[in-house]
């Protein structure tokens, strides 16, 4: 009994290495044929020779498997084999650790995001009056940050809502960011104001909802200004790196990749901050990974905690909003510090200790 098992045993080891040299020939055939195929200009994949293969072989089958089994194991088969002859190039993403090993470090000027000092960037939600904006920028500046935010475009859920001031926005921004010194990030939400971003702003945003306009990300990979790029709403960390890759593979290689939380069943945050976010695309990426803890948290109580988190488990920055009067602020009124808040809040995040990280 026991040597009928161990010869049935022996029998299928053989088999199973049979089937791997079958396999690998198949594979070798197959990337043979693609390079004919290339060399004269024709398509890898070929629907019809697939069909005709399949039917090939599912009429010389005989059992015991299903057809339909037979059919899968052989579509996978074919798939295998021509990823074979895909270009290796476009597996391995420019925006991927395995495509560039040393971390990309942004740079604005002097400024440097991404070198293992940790970056502020504050300001209000939107942009509302010359005011509004100087007075925030005068009290983040004392506090040593060096990127204002505030928004123009506001991409908002009611069409009855505060649109933004638009370019009139982006322009007071310029000026309060000249003033004070500052560098100044407005979120872009048409491909066609692009160009409007490199003409007033030292970064351009993109925002959440608009991680997945394709014809945005190519325009602002044509940009000469960084990207911070914000992770969408409910995409998983592939679609957020194909994103980014969209950007610099059209020539762009200055982006910040921003966490703000993602939409999951719970509701007792705006958001659920996805905190390992970090360190994954800190590990798949070169790229310097940012957190929002205004959009992902949605909580002022949480702004804090969730920030000292972020650079705890290796955030190369953090974004928050700031407003002189939230109650009054004309978006995201909940959310926005005021300026004795902000101060409490960012003279905490800088103690030595949260400082370093590995
Ligand atoms: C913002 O930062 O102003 C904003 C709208 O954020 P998000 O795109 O992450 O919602
Ligand atoms: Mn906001």
Redesign the pocket.
Known sequence: MNNQLDSLRDELDQVNIQLLELINKRGQLVKELGDIKKAQGMKAYDPERERDMLNHIVEQHQGPFEYSTIEHLFKEIFKAAKELQEDDYHKTLLVSRDKQPTDTIVAVDDLHIGNGEQQFVMGP?SVESFEQVDQVAEVVKKQGVRIL?G?AF??RTSPYDFQGLGEEGLKILRDVGDRHGLKVVS?ITHPNDIALGEKYLDII?I????MQNFDLLKEAGKANVPIIL?RG?AATINEFLNAAEYIVSQGNPNIIL?E??IRTYETATRNTLDITAVPVLKRETHLPVMV?V??STGRRDLLLPAAKAALAIGADGI?A?VHPDPAVALSDSQQQMDIPTFEHFIQNLRQPSLLTHD
């Not at 925002?207 to 608009?210: E, K, Q």
């Open positions: 939600c935010r928004g506001k991409p979120e945003q925002g959440a909802r608009n914000k709403l921003c703000r939380g929002d205004t959009h974004m909003e």
